[in-house]
């Protein structure tokens, strides 16, 4: 039997790699209405995809500067979505 392994999605940009190595990991996630990125702070999911980043880079760029761009986009998105209503307890 021919086993192959799965292909990620063809990505345009760097940072779209990164939110996706984000979104495997489990790190991120896109609001269901509004499809804005949402940080799950969850410690264990940035490391995986600290890991995922270490060592599946894309082709061109260092273990380190892919390290680096998923910092970079951790850091750029919030827990929250702008556009959804804040939750009043």
Do not use: N, Y
Request: charged fraction near 35%.
């Amino acid at each position: 039997m021919l086993m192959t392994k799965e292909r990620r999605p063809a990505i345009r940009t760097l940072r779209g790699w990164a939110i996706s190595v984000l979104q495997e990991a489990g790190a991120v996630r896109e609001c269901e209405e509004h499809g804005w990125m949402q940080d799950r702070a969850d410690p264990h999911a940035r490391e995986r995809a600290f890991e995922l980043a270490r060592l599946d880079a894309p082709p061109g760029i260092s273990p380190e500067g892919a390290v680096a761009e998923i910092r970079d986009v951790l850091d750029s998105i919030g827990d929250t979505c702008p556009e959804c209503p804040p939750d009043s307890d």
